[in-house]
């Protein structure tokens, strides 16, 4: 599949191809891109399987010089989005490249904690196995507050065959800043609905919370699962979710008001709930379940921000968790296609996910069995 968009002075171009690599279809792309664009493209974003990583030199060498691409980032995944279509598994690559104003891509170590200086939004792809995503999500949100962040984490293999990569260069982790008259317009559906009542958390210590409105935290779970069809409690194991509020300045909290964990376990002897992330004492909790008639019900809001900016848009990327796709909506192409019909189908491209990352309520954070899209728009002059 191909697309083309345009809106101003900005472009964008996709481009699918599946398969094993061949330096044939990779040129192929290339042309396409570059008749597309007719100019050259500052930015492209790739998404590969892992078994294009021996040739990843090859594979950068030929888009950057018959395509007129001067940077090209991207990683490894399991699955390639492209268009309204979703490649789930198998060999094959997406791209998509850009016009626009775009920083310098910046490969991260582990110790890196860069402030990203009059930057619009920032796109990072990074490897799971080798960079320390949380800490730099939480670093980054402290050195450089406001500035919305959007991508994903490479998957597609063992720690031995994922990577993210800079110019065909492995890298542990790659962010590219946004500049000048573009900017970043970011959209997340995270797939679960509030159950039961939100309360305020009033003991907790590191990721156990022990109570929640004066009552234990398992009680609390309790009654929200009591409040499920009895379809939702036949599938609701590993399906609940602990929602953290992201502001408490909300008098009636909805799905995109919560930072969506998973809850690790729970013991009805002490109490406790351990969950996948570290509340505050006074933070608002309300439990969520995760089912895709829920994940149908949040698409729409989810998507919300990118049909808002359909008509500034030239082109977006998905990040869409391994975990949703086809086996969990029971048809394929719902995450691709509702971003595809939002963006009144504008240049897409994407990949599947070990973890994703785009902000909740302004602040940046990792998630996980979500999508997480950047709608790349041109601002005004």
Same mark, same amino acid.
């Given at each position: 599949m191909r697309n083309d968009g345009a809106m101003g002075k900005f472009k964008a171009a996709s481009y699918h191809v599946n398969g094993v690599y061949k330096a044939s279809e990779v040129l192929s792309a290339a042309l396409h891109l570059r008749e597309t664009l007719k100019t050259p493209a500052r930015m492209a974003f790739a998404f590969v399987s892992a078994n294009y990583m021996p040739h990843i030199a090859e594979f950068c060498e030929i888009l950057r010089v018959d395509g007129h691409i001067q940077d090209i980032?991207?990683?490894?995944?399991?699955?390639?989005?492209?268009?309204?279509?979703? !490649? &789930?598994?198998?060999?094959? !690559?997406?791209?998509?490249?850009?016009?626009? &104003? !775009?920083?310098?891509?910046?490969?991260?170590?582990?110790?890196? !904690?860069?402030?990203?200086?009059?930057?619009?939004?920032?796109?990072?792809? =990074?490897?799971p196995f080798a960079f320390p995503i949380e800490e730099w999500i939480g670093s980054f949100n402290r050195r450089n507050p406001g500035i919305g962040l959007v991508g994903g984490l490479a998957s597609g293999g063992n720690a031995d065959e994922v990577s993210a990569f800079i110019n065909g260069e492995s890298v542990d982790a790659v962010a590219v800043s946004v500049l000048g008259r573009t900017a970043i317009v970011p959209a997340l559906s995270q797939g679960c609905r509030p159950i039961g009542e939100p309360f305020t958390v009033t003991r907790a210590e590191h990721n156990v919370i022990y109570a929640v409105g004066g009552q234990p935290a398992y009680r609390a779970l309790e009654r929200a699962f009591e409040t499920l069809s009895d379809d939702e409690k036949s599938n609701a194991r590993g399906n609940l979710f602990a929602g953290l509020a992201g502001s408490e300045y909300i008098h009636e909290f909805n799905s995109g008001d919560f930072l969506v964990k998973s809850i690790i376990? +729970?013991?009805?002897?002490?109490?406790?709930?351990?969950?996948?992330?570290?509340?505050?004492?006074?933070?608002?909790?309300?439990?969520?379940?995760?089912?895709?008639? =829920? +994940?149908?019900?949040?698409? =729409?809001?989810?998507?919300?921000? +990118?049909?808002?900016?359909?008509?500034r848009a030239y082109g977006a990327l998905l990040f869409s968790c391994l975990g949703r796709g086809k086996n969990f909506f029971g048809t394929a192409n719902r995450d691709a296609s509702e971003l595809a019909e939002a963006l009144g189908n504008k240049p897409l491209a994407g990949c599947f996910c070990n973890g994703e990352i785009a902000p909740v309520r302004g602040l940046n954070a990792l998630h996980g069995y979500t999508a997480a899209a950047a709608v790349f728009v041109e601002k005004a002059s």
């Amino acid at each position: 599949m191909r697309n083309d968009g345009a809106m101003g002075k900005f472009k964008a171009a996709s481009y699918h191809v599946n398969g094993v690599y061949k330096a044939s279809e990779v040129l192929s792309a290339a042309l396409h891109l570059r008749e597309t664009l007719k100019t050259p493209a500052r930015m492209a974003f790739a998404f590969v399987s892992a078994n294009y990583m021996p040739h990843i030199a090859e594979f950068c060498e030929i888009l950057r010089v018959d395509g007129h691409i001067q940077d090209i980032v991207g990683c490894t995944s399991g699955g390639r989005i492209e268009g309204g279509s979703e !490649f &789930e598994g198998g060999s094959g !690559f997406s791209i998509m490249a850009c016009q626009g &104003e !775009f920083g310098d891509p910046l490969a991260l170590a582990g110790d890196d !904690f860069s402030t990203v200086t009059g930057a619009n939004g920032c796109i990072l792809v =990074a490897n799971p196995f080798a960079f320390p995503i949380e800490e730099w999500i939480g670093s980054f949100n402290r050195r450089n507050p406001g500035i919305g962040l959007v991508g994903g984490l490479a998957s597609g293999g063992n720690a031995d065959e994922v990577s993210a990569f800079i110019n065909g260069e492995s890298v542990d982790a790659v962010a590219v800043s946004v500049l000048g008259r573009t900017a970043i317009v970011p959209a997340l559906s995270q797939g679960c609905r509030p159950i039961g009542e939100p309360f305020t958390v009033t003991r907790a210590e590191h990721n156990v919370i022990y109570a929640v409105g004066g009552q234990p935290a398992y009680r609390a779970l309790e009654r929200a699962f009591e409040t499920l069809s009895d379809d939702e409690k036949s599938n609701a194991r590993g399906n609940l979710f602990a929602g953290l509020a992201g502001s408490e300045y909300i008098h009636e909290f909805n799905s995109g008001d919560f930072l969506v964990k998973s809850i690790i376990g +729970a013991d009805p002897d002490s109490g406790a709930v351990v969950i996948a992330g570290i509340p505050r004492i006074g933070q608002t909790l309300q439990y969520q379940i995760r089912n895709p008639n =829920a +994940a149908i019900e949040d698409l =729409a809001r989810g998507y919300e921000p +990118a049909r808002l900016a359909k008509r500034r848009a030239y082109g977006a990327l998905l990040f869409s968790c391994l975990g949703r796709g086809k086996n969990f909506f029971g048809t394929a192409n719902r995450d691709a296609s509702e971003l595809a019909e939002a963006l009144g189908n504008k240049p897409l491209a994407g990949c599947f996910c070990n973890g994703e990352i785009a902000p909740v309520r302004g602040l940046n954070a990792l998630h996980g069995y979500t999508a997480a899209a950047a709608v790349f728009v041109e601002k005004a002059s």
